[in-house]
């Protein structure tokens, strides 16, 4: 999964549950923060792919279970 996928698996799963989801360009570069509710996650490039490790990791940030993605 690319981080473009990431961010539209999240903002439909936002959707559903009735938060607010956004993403905003942070500064320059590639880097950017994804805000679900009162939380985020910075997200790197969002055309690469995403390892496990570092889903699991947003997820967690984000309070959310990798499964309902």
């Known amino acids: 999964m690319n ?3 990431f961010e539209k698996r999240v903002k439909k ?3 559903r549950q009735g938060v607010p989801c956004y993403f905003a ?3 320059k570069g590639s880097h950017g ?3 679900v509710g009162s939380r985020f996650a910075t997200l790197k490039d969002r055309r690469k792919e995403i390892s ?3 889903l ?3 997820c ?3 309070d ?3 499964n309902d993605l």
């Open 64 to 66: 959310i279970h990798m």
């Open 52 to 54: 496990k490790g570092l």
């Open 25 to 27: 360009n942070h500064g």
């Open 3 to 5: 981080g473009f996928e």
């Open 56 to 58: 699991a990791a947003l």
């Open 13 to 15: 799963l936002a959707r």
């Open 33 to 35: 923060r994804l805000y």
């Open 60 to 62: 967690k940030q984000l």
